[in-house]
């Protein structure tokens, strides 16, 4: 059986990664893909912990955030029952919302990047994805879709600081552009454009 395809969405929070997630599951399977859907953090333990502390509930450092979103990678990687490896050995392609992209640019902003990105991309259990898109939006947009649907705020979750994390990404995915495959797709337009570009660049990466 071949492998599937491991394919991660980054964004901002309100870069609208849900709905193209759902968009592309389904595309994904008419045309005859499995698909597994996941997301991070997990719905482990270790992911009960990263939800307390970026609901504001808990503080934790930058560093202890990093720990535990490794820790909960792995976890997610080799997990027997539901992990990522699982699903790809049997077939599946993995979509899954968010990956240490995000550990780079939230937690990078914080503690040292580069002790962040070498304990993940240096870990053997964490597998590196076939492709990456990053939904980009200005913080102003993200913004505006978060009031209209959110009550709480997450730690994360205001203008100035999505503001450092964009540029923490763009600056990421230019130091990763020659072993990694990113694909920036501008998320500021229609919920069919976006999904168009996206669907398009997964039926590329399935021909290869
Ligand atoms: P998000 O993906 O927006 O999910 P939800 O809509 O359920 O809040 O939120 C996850 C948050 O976790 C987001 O603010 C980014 C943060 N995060 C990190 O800081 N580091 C990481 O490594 C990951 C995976 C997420």
């Not at 709480?152 to 203008?159: A, C």
Request: aromatic share 8%; charged share 30%; proline share 2%.
């Amino acid at each position: 059986m071949t492998k599937g395809k491991f394919i991660v969405i980054e964004g901002l929070d309100g870069s609208g990664k849900g709905t193209q997630i759902t968009l592309l599951t389904e595309a994904l399977r008419r045309m005859g893909s499995k698909v597994h859907r996941t997301a991070e953090p997990t719905d482990s333990v270790t992911g009960g912990l990263l939800r307390d502390a970026l609901g504001g509930f808990v503080q934790r450092d930058a560093y202890e955030l990093s720990a535990l979103f490794l820790s909960d990678r792995i976890f997610h990687n080799v997990n027997p029952k539901n992990g990522i490896r699982h699903y790809l050995e049997q077939g599946y392609d993995v979509i899954c919302d968010r990956y240490y992209y995000s550990s780079f640019a939230y937690q990078g902003m914080d503690a040292d990047l580069s002790w962040v990105m070498d304990m993940n991309l240096h870990c053997p259990e964490i597998l590196k994805p076939d492709l990456c898109i990053f939904l980009d939006i200005s913080p102003a947009v993200g913004e505006e879709r978060l009031s209209s649907d959110r009550s709480h705020r997450e730690i994360y979750e205001n203008v100035a600081t999505q503001q450092r994390v964009r540029k923490r990404f763009l600056e990421v995915f230019d130091l990763l552009k020659d072993n990694e495959n990113i694909k920036i797709v501008d998320a500021a337009r229609s919920v069919e454009a976006v999904s168009a570009d996206i669907i398009k660049i997964c039926e590329a990466l399935k021909e290869k």
